[in-house]
């Protein structure tokens, strides 16, 4: 007696042409929404910190205005006499009242006027974000940037920035500047490197012109001709070089004379 077996194959399915394209369109869609939520960050990071550097600076004229002196500078800050409260120990010292920070802002060591600059202006209630203390440390006795790093601040007597390409016309004016960079106790070159090349053009048009080697903010750090470098100076005036777009850059900002 014969026995038929019947096999039945069961229905195999796949996604349909209309179906992928769906699945292909949602993962487009994640994935632009993610880069454009990065791109949203990256922008608000941008205009809080220049925020914050216009806050420092008013902040510095206002201490001017109010006492006649430099914060960091100034030698009736602390002692018996001294003009600021719970100004009593290091950092919040005397300065030597002549009318200059004694540091450049690319210096490695930051102590000195360099950190009772933050400490008088802290001391006065003109500025947040810095505990009084001398641990130089960000959000410590050096103030936190909001893009990443922080700011140090210094006098540049001579006119000349660590790593800036060599010739006078590129040479920014004497002054006080603020180096926002990555570590606060070293010196402000491509290994302290903060920012990437777009992030640190863009607060350079957002404060200045644009470009590195021209105006009142600076690119330090890596400037020169070279593809690592966070500007390429062969340009008329340099250029950042976004199209690399590593992270090769600090910025020397000018806030006062």
Avoid at 23 to 32: A, D, P
Avoid at 35 to 48: H, M, P, R, W, Y
Avoid at 136 to 161: K, T
Wanted: proline share 4%.
């Amino acid at each position: 007696m014969k026995h038929n077996k019947t096999t039945r194959r069961s229905s195999e399915k796949g996604f349909t042409l209309v179906e992928l394209a769906i699945v292909m369109i949602i993962i487009g869609l994640l994935i632009g929404g993610v880069l454009k939520g990065q791109e949203l960050i990256a922008n608000a990071q941008v205009t809080s910190t220049v925020a914050q550097l216009k806050g420092i600076d008013a902040a510095v004229s206002t201490f001017r205005d109010q006492y006649s002196s430099l914060p960091g500078d100034m030698p009736t800050a602390s002692g018996a006499n001294g003009r600021l409260p719970n100004c009593n120990a290091a950092p919040c010292i005397n300065g030597n009242g002549n009318s200059r920070l004694g540091s450049t802002p690319n210096a490695a060591a930051q102590g000195g006027e360099a950190l009772a600059f933050w400490a008088h202006m802290n001391a006065a209630d003109l500025i947040s974000g810095v505990n009084g203390t001398a641990t130089v440390e960000w959000g410590e006795a050096l103030p936190a940037a909001d893009i990443g790093g922080g700011f140090v601040a210094g006098f540049l007597r001579n006119g000349s920035i660590a790593d800036q390409t060599a010739g006078a016309a590129q040479n920014p004016r004497s002054g006080h500047y603020l180096v926002l960079r990555a570590i606060p106790d070293s010196a402000a070159t491509a290994v302290d490197a903060l920012l990437r090349s777009s992030l640190a053009f863009r607060l350079d048009q957002k404060m200045d012109d644009g470009g590195p080697n021209s105006g009142s903010v600076r690119a330090i750090g890596g400037v020169g001709n070279t593809g690592a470098a966070c500007a390429n100076t062969g340009a008329v005036g340099g250029v950042y070089t976004e199209a690399l777009d590593g992270v090769a850059c600090s910025l020397a900002i000018r806030i006062q004379g």
